[in-house]
Protein backbone atom coordinates (compact mmCIF):
# COMPACT_ATOMS: atom_id res chain seq x y z
CA UNK A 1 0.00 0.00 0.00
CA UNK A 2 1.56 3.51 -0.88
CA UNK A 3 1.08 6.47 0.32
CA UNK A 4 0.79 10.22 -0.72
CA UNK A 5 3.00 12.71 1.06
CA UNK A 6 3.25 16.67 0.66
CA UNK A 7 7.60 16.36 0.34
CA UNK A 8 9.21 19.40 1.88
CA UNK A 9 13.11 18.65 0.68
CA UNK A 10 16.31 20.19 1.46
CA UNK A 11 17.59 23.63 -0.72
CA UNK A 12 21.58 22.17 -0.42
CA UNK A 13 21.26 21.47 -4.24
CA UNK A 14 24.96 22.37 -4.58
CA UNK A 15 25.36 19.07 -2.34
CA UNK A 16 25.23 15.08 -3.88
CA UNK A 17 23.22 14.78 -0.30
CA UNK A 18 20.51 17.91 -1.59
CA UNK A 19 20.58 16.52 -5.14
CA UNK A 20 20.00 12.83 -3.90
CA UNK A 21 16.75 14.66 -1.66
CA UNK A 22 15.59 16.04 -5.17
CA UNK A 23 15.24 12.90 -6.61
CA UNK A 24 13.27 10.93 -3.68
CA UNK A 25 10.89 14.08 -4.11
CA UNK A 26 10.45 13.44 -7.58
CA UNK A 27 10.20 9.89 -7.50
CA UNK A 28 7.45 9.96 -4.96
CA UNK A 29 5.77 12.62 -7.10
CA UNK A 30 5.98 10.50 -10.24
CA UNK A 31 4.67 7.04 -8.29
CA UNK A 32 2.37 8.20 -6.00
CA UNK A 33 1.12 11.50 -6.74
CA UNK A 34 2.81 13.37 -3.97
CA UNK A 35 3.08 16.99 -3.98
CA UNK A 36 6.58 18.63 -3.45
CA UNK A 37 7.15 22.09 -1.99
CA UNK A 38 10.27 23.87 -3.08
CA UNK A 39 12.04 25.14 -0.12
CA UNK A 40 13.20 28.33 -2.13
CA UNK A 41 9.45 29.68 -3.01
CA UNK A 42 8.09 28.77 0.46
CA UNK A 43 10.04 31.06 1.96
CA UNK A 44 8.86 33.90 0.15
CA UNK A 45 5.66 32.64 -0.64
CA UNK A 46 4.09 30.07 1.48
CA UNK A 47 0.08 30.15 1.26
CA UNK A 48 -0.23 27.68 -1.50
CA UNK A 49 2.31 25.41 -0.16
CA UNK A 50 0.84 25.64 3.92
CA UNK A 51 -2.39 24.48 1.97
CA UNK A 52 -0.74 21.01 0.57
CA UNK A 53 0.73 20.63 3.59
CA UNK A 54 -2.13 20.30 5.71
CA UNK A 55 -3.99 17.86 2.89
CA UNK A 56 -1.22 15.07 3.07
CA UNK A 57 1.61 13.65 5.83
CA UNK A 58 4.31 16.02 5.57
CA UNK A 59 7.60 14.31 4.59
CA UNK A 60 10.68 16.05 4.98
CA UNK A 61 13.88 15.26 3.40
CA UNK A 62 17.15 16.44 5.34
CA UNK A 63 20.69 16.51 3.03
CA UNK A 64 22.79 16.80 5.80
CA UNK A 65 23.30 17.75 9.44
CA UNK A 66 22.51 21.54 8.90
CA UNK A 67 18.70 19.88 8.85
CA UNK A 68 17.52 23.12 6.37
CA UNK A 69 14.39 21.55 5.57
CA UNK A 70 13.20 20.72 9.34
CA UNK A 71 14.38 24.26 10.51
CA UNK A 72 11.76 25.72 7.25
CA UNK A 73 9.38 23.51 8.23
CA UNK A 74 9.68 24.35 12.12
CA UNK A 75 9.83 27.96 11.38
CA UNK A 76 6.38 27.75 9.18
CA UNK A 77 4.63 25.88 12.29
CA UNK A 78 4.13 22.64 10.03
CA UNK A 79 3.50 19.40 11.81
CA UNK A 80 6.08 16.94 10.58
CA UNK A 81 4.82 13.15 9.70
CA UNK A 82 7.73 11.77 8.73
CA UNK A 83 11.56 12.84 8.38
CA UNK A 84 14.40 11.63 6.58
CA UNK A 85 18.13 12.32 6.74
CA UNK A 86 20.15 11.48 3.62
CA UNK A 87 23.45 11.63 5.49
CA UNK A 88 22.01 9.32 8.56
CA UNK A 89 21.13 6.95 5.52
CA UNK A 90 24.62 6.91 4.16
CA UNK A 91 25.86 5.85 7.43
CA UNK A 92 23.13 3.21 8.20
CA UNK A 93 23.60 1.45 4.55
CA UNK A 94 27.65 1.39 5.26
CA UNK A 95 27.60 3.36 1.51
CA UNK A 96 30.32 5.86 0.18
CA UNK A 97 28.45 8.51 -1.96
CA UNK A 98 30.64 10.95 -4.63
CA UNK A 99 30.84 14.45 -4.43
CA UNK A 100 29.05 15.25 -8.14
CA UNK A 101 26.07 16.85 -8.41
CA UNK A 102 25.02 14.39 -11.44
CA UNK A 103 24.14 10.80 -9.41
CA UNK A 104 25.69 7.82 -10.08
CA UNK A 105 24.75 4.35 -10.05
CA UNK A 106 25.36 4.28 -5.97
CA UNK A 107 23.57 7.27 -5.03
CA UNK A 108 20.68 6.14 -7.24
CA UNK A 109 20.50 2.88 -5.21
CA UNK A 110 20.52 4.15 -2.13
CA UNK A 111 17.79 6.43 -3.08
CA UNK A 112 15.45 3.34 -4.38
CA UNK A 113 15.97 1.79 -0.75
CA UNK A 114 14.74 4.86 1.01
CA UNK A 115 12.40 5.02 -1.64
CA UNK A 116 11.06 1.23 -1.39
CA UNK A 117 11.26 1.63 2.73
CA UNK A 118 8.75 4.62 2.50
CA UNK A 119 6.53 2.85 0.49
CA UNK A 120 6.21 -0.47 2.37
CA UNK A 121 3.24 -0.63 5.13
CA UNK A 122 4.74 -2.33 8.11
CA UNK A 123 2.16 -3.43 11.61
CA UNK A 124 3.49 -5.46 14.30
CA UNK A 125 1.09 -8.20 15.42
CA UNK A 126 -0.97 -8.43 18.36
CA UNK A 127 1.81 -10.25 19.72
CA UNK A 128 4.61 -8.43 19.49
CA UNK A 129 2.58 -5.34 20.54
CA UNK A 130 2.18 -7.14 23.70
CA UNK A 131 5.48 -8.33 24.19
CA UNK A 132 6.65 -4.24 23.71
CA UNK A 133 3.98 -3.72 26.15
CA UNK A 134 5.55 -5.85 28.96
CA UNK A 135 9.12 -5.10 27.96
CA UNK A 136 7.90 -1.28 28.17
CA UNK A 137 6.56 -1.30 31.49
CA UNK A 138 9.00 -3.69 33.04
CA UNK A 139 11.44 -0.70 31.92
CA UNK A 140 9.76 2.16 33.84
CA UNK A 141 7.19 3.14 31.15
CA UNK A 142 4.18 5.42 32.03
CA UNK A 143 0.76 4.12 33.01
CA UNK A 144 -1.54 4.37 29.57
CA UNK A 145 -4.21 6.63 31.21
CA UNK A 146 -2.49 9.71 32.98
CA UNK A 147 -4.55 11.91 34.54
CA UNK A 148 -3.45 15.37 34.27
CA UNK A 149 -4.07 18.49 36.44
CA UNK A 150 -3.96 21.94 33.97
CA UNK A 151 -2.84 25.18 34.29
CA UNK A 152 -4.10 28.36 31.85
CA UNK A 153 -1.89 31.33 30.89
CA UNK A 154 -3.11 33.49 27.82
CA UNK A 155 -3.37 31.07 25.03
CA UNK A 156 -0.95 28.35 26.82
CA UNK A 157 -2.15 25.24 28.75
CA UNK A 158 -0.19 23.47 31.09
CA UNK A 159 -0.73 20.02 32.09
CA UNK A 160 1.02 17.93 35.30
CA UNK A 161 0.60 14.25 35.53
CA UNK A 162 -1.45 13.68 39.53
CA UNK A 163 -0.08 10.58 40.54
CA UNK A 164 2.79 8.47 40.20
CA UNK A 165 5.55 11.11 39.33
CA UNK A 166 8.50 12.38 40.66
CA UNK A 167 9.82 16.18 39.67
CA UNK A 168 12.87 18.51 40.57
CA UNK A 169 12.76 22.51 40.09
CA UNK A 170 14.74 21.97 36.92
CA UNK A 171 11.54 20.74 34.97
CA UNK A 172 12.32 17.43 34.70
CA UNK A 173 10.42 14.54 36.02
CA UNK A 174 11.05 10.50 36.52
CA UNK A 175 8.35 7.50 36.77
CA UNK A 176 9.57 5.04 39.29
CA UNK A 177 8.69 1.00 38.70
CA UNK A 178 10.62 -0.79 40.65
CA UNK A 179 14.78 -0.53 40.23
CA UNK A 180 14.05 1.10 36.89
CA UNK A 181 13.18 4.67 36.08
CA UNK A 182 11.70 6.46 33.00
CA UNK A 183 12.92 10.32 32.93
CA UNK A 184 11.29 13.21 30.83
CA UNK A 185 10.91 16.88 30.53
CA UNK A 186 7.76 18.54 31.45
CA UNK A 187 5.06 20.86 29.55
CA UNK A 188 6.51 24.28 31.00
CA UNK A 189 9.65 23.26 29.15
CA UNK A 190 8.26 22.41 25.18
CA UNK A 191 5.74 25.29 25.79
CA UNK A 192 9.00 27.59 26.84
CA UNK A 193 11.13 26.19 24.18
CA UNK A 194 8.49 26.11 21.30
CA UNK A 195 9.21 23.89 18.52
CA UNK A 196 11.91 21.59 19.51
CA UNK A 197 14.46 20.51 16.38
CA UNK A 198 17.10 18.64 17.91
CA UNK A 199 17.46 15.96 20.45
CA UNK A 200 21.00 14.79 21.65
CA UNK A 201 20.66 11.91 23.74
CA UNK A 202 22.80 10.48 27.04
CA UNK A 203 25.15 7.69 26.05
CA UNK A 204 23.76 4.37 26.82
CA UNK A 205 25.91 2.32 29.64
CA UNK A 206 27.00 6.08 31.63
CA UNK A 207 26.36 5.56 34.90
CA UNK A 208 25.07 9.61 36.09
CA UNK A 209 24.51 10.68 39.19
CA UNK A 210 21.55 12.97 40.66
CA UNK A 211 20.96 16.52 38.60
CA UNK A 212 23.54 15.66 36.46
CA UNK A 213 22.99 16.50 32.71
CA UNK A 214 21.33 13.89 30.32
CA UNK A 215 21.55 15.17 27.23
CA UNK A 216 19.70 18.21 25.82
CA UNK A 217 17.04 19.56 23.87
CA UNK A 218 17.15 21.97 21.10
CA UNK A 219 14.24 24.78 19.22
CA UNK A 220 15.05 27.79 17.49
CA UNK A 221 14.79 29.65 20.60
CA UNK A 222 17.55 27.94 22.87
CA UNK A 223 19.24 24.85 24.05
CA UNK A 224 17.75 23.29 27.09
CA UNK A 225 20.21 20.59 29.25
CA UNK A 226 17.63 17.94 30.70
CA UNK A 227 18.76 17.17 34.26
CA UNK A 228 18.23 13.63 35.52
CA UNK A 229 16.28 13.62 38.60
CA UNK A 230 17.50 10.19 39.86
CA UNK A 231 20.81 8.52 39.66
CA UNK A 232 21.63 5.38 38.16
CA UNK A 233 23.07 3.53 34.83
CA UNK A 234 21.43 4.72 31.60
CA UNK A 235 19.64 1.55 29.64
CA UNK A 236 18.35 3.04 26.79
CA UNK A 237 17.11 6.43 25.35
CA UNK A 238 13.66 7.15 22.85
CA UNK A 239 15.60 6.78 19.90
CA UNK A 240 12.75 8.12 17.76
CA UNK A 241 13.49 11.21 19.28
CA UNK A 242 16.64 11.38 16.65
CA UNK A 243 13.96 11.64 14.27
CA UNK A 244 11.07 13.09 15.74
CA UNK A 245 12.00 15.48 18.49
CA UNK A 246 8.63 17.03 17.94
CA UNK A 247 7.10 13.84 19.75
CA UNK A 248 8.07 16.39 23.01
CA UNK A 249 5.92 19.09 22.03
CA UNK A 250 3.02 16.61 21.47
CA UNK A 251 3.60 14.83 24.56
CA UNK A 252 6.34 14.94 26.48
CA UNK A 253 5.33 12.73 30.17
CA UNK A 254 4.56 9.97 26.80
CA UNK A 255 6.38 9.49 23.59
CA UNK A 256 8.51 12.02 24.30
CA UNK A 257 10.03 10.95 26.93
CA UNK A 258 13.64 10.69 26.81
CA UNK A 259 15.97 7.83 28.71
CA UNK A 260 15.28 4.85 31.04
CA UNK A 261 17.39 3.86 33.98
CA UNK A 262 18.49 1.32 36.25
CA UNK A 263 18.41 2.75 39.30
CA UNK A 264 21.15 3.14 41.90
CA UNK A 265 20.13 4.95 44.90
CA UNK A 266 16.69 6.13 44.90
CA UNK A 267 15.99 5.95 48.28
CA UNK A 268 18.35 8.74 48.70
CA UNK A 269 17.07 10.52 45.50
CA UNK A 270 13.62 10.89 47.08
CA UNK A 271 14.80 13.05 49.82
CA UNK A 272 15.75 16.07 46.60
CA UNK A 273 12.18 15.19 44.49
CA UNK A 274 8.75 16.17 45.05
CA UNK A 275 5.31 15.46 44.10
CA UNK A 276 2.62 16.38 42.13
CA UNK A 277 1.64 18.92 44.53
CA UNK A 278 4.67 20.89 45.32
CA UNK A 279 5.41 21.23 41.59
CA UNK A 280 2.03 22.45 40.77
CA UNK A 281 3.08 25.37 42.57
CA UNK A 282 6.31 25.80 41.36
CA UNK A 283 4.61 25.60 38.17
CA UNK A 284 2.40 28.19 38.55
CA UNK A 285 4.88 30.46 39.55
CA UNK A 286 7.09 30.23 36.66
CA UNK A 287 4.58 30.58 34.48
CA UNK A 288 3.26 33.40 36.04
CA UNK A 289 6.68 35.19 36.35
CA UNK A 290 7.58 33.80 32.44
CA UNK A 291 4.29 35.40 31.23
CA UNK A 292 4.70 39.04 33.10
Known amino acids: MTKKYTVLPCSGMDKTAGSMTREIALRLAEETKSEVICPVFYRVSDAR???????????VIDGCGTRCASKLAAEKGLKITEKINI????????????????????????????????????????EEEKTAGKEAQAAGAVPENIQYEKYSKDKFIFRIPKEGFYFIENDCWAYVVGNKARIGVTDFVQKSLSD?????????????????????????KAVFEIICPVSG???????????????????????GWIAELELTDFESDKELLVGFDAYFEILKRKVDEFHV
Open 87 to 126: TEEVKKNLVEIGSSLRLGEKELHLCALILHDLLQEEAKTG
Open 233 to 255: VITAVNQELLDYPEYINDNPYEK
Open 196 to 220: IMFFTPPAVGREIEQFEEAGSIESG
Open 49 to 59: YNKLAQENPLL
